[in-house]
C-alpha cells in the first residue's frame, strides 16, 4: 500500500493511497471534519462520563490525539480502543502537522505514543485515558457489547463496499452497549439502509465541510 502525505484545505495534513485516490481524512479538511463528525456529533454527547469507545480506523492517530484533547475539556474518562489493519510507517508519521495546526506543543508527546505504544494491550497516556490499539481486520471484530460510542472511519463504500453492508454494521451494532451511538462521515443510501436493516436507528445530521450529510446511528 502506497501512501503519501498531503495537505488538506485547512492545513491540516492527511495520507492519499496512491492508486485508490483515496485519502485517510477529507481532502476539504482533516481536523475540520475529525472535530465536527466525531467530537461536536458523537463524543460530546457523553459529556462528565466514563465511555468505551472504539474507532474503526485508527489510521494517522487524528482522531485518538483531537479526542484526547477534547475529553479533559469534557470531564470524561476514556478506555479508546483504536482497530487498524495497515499500521502508519513511522516516517510517515512524522510527517503529520496535528500537533503544529492545533497549537498544542506541549502535547507532541501524548501524539507520538498513540503511535508507539504496544499494540493489545490498554497504555495509560494520562490518568483519565488509556488506549488500547487492536491490529485487524474490521471483519474479525467480535465485541459484544463493550462500548459506548463507535467511530466509523473506515475508507469510503467506493474502494471497499465491503465494509459498508450488512455483515459489518451487524457486527458494530453487537459491539454497542444499549442506547450506544455510532458516528461517522458518510451519508450513502445503501450503508443507511444497512444499518437500519441490522437495528440502528439512523438520524442524517449535515455533513462536514464539502459534504452534504453524514450519519448518526443509535443502538435500540
Do not use: C
Not at 117 to 137: A, E, I, N, V
Amino acid at each position: 500500500m502506497n501512501r503519501k502525505v498531503i495537505l488538506t484545505q485547512d492545513g491540516s495534513s492527511t495520507l492519499e493511497i496512491e492508486g485508490w485516490d483515496e485519502h485517510y481524512h477529507s481532502t476539504h479538511g482533516a481536523i475540520t471534519e475529525a472535530y465536527h463528525v466525531f467530537i461536536h456529533n458523537g463524543l460530546a454527547l457523553f459529556e462528565g462520563k466514563e465511555i468505551h469507545l472504539l474507532e474503526i480506523g485508527l489510521g494517522t492517530g487524528l482522531n485518538a490525539f483531537i479526542t484526547f484533547l477534547e475529553h479533559e475539556r469534557l470531564g470524561q474518562t476514556l478506555f479508546y480502543e483504536g482497530v487498524e489493519a495497515y499500521p502508519l510507517l513511522e516516517e510517515e508519521v512524522q510527517k503529520l502537522n496535528y500537533v503544529e495546526r492545533l497549537q498544542v506543543p506541549d502535547k507532541m508527546d501524548i501524539f507520538y505514543k498513540i503511535h508507539q505504544s504496544p499494540w493489545g494491550t490498554f497504555q495509560k497516556l494520562s490518568d483519565t485515558f488509556s488506549l488500547k490499539k487492536r491490529q485487524q481486520f474490521f471483519q474479525d471484530i467480535d465485541d459484544k457489547e463493550q462500548f459506548d460510542l463507535i467511530y466509523f472511519d473506515a475508507f469510503g463504500a467506493r474502494v471497499q463496499p465491503e465494509l459498508w453492508t450488512m455483515p459489518l454494521f451487524e457486527k458494530m451494532y453487537q459491539a454497542l452497549r444499549e442506547g450506544g451511538i455510532l458516528v461517522t462521515y458518510a451519508s450513502k443510501g445503501s450503508a443507511r439502509r444497512a444499518m437500519q436493516e441490522v437495528g440502528f436507528q439512523v438520524e442524517k445530521l449535515p455533513g462536514a465541510m464539502g459534504k452534504r450529510e453524514m450519519v448518526r446511528a443509535y443502538k435500540k
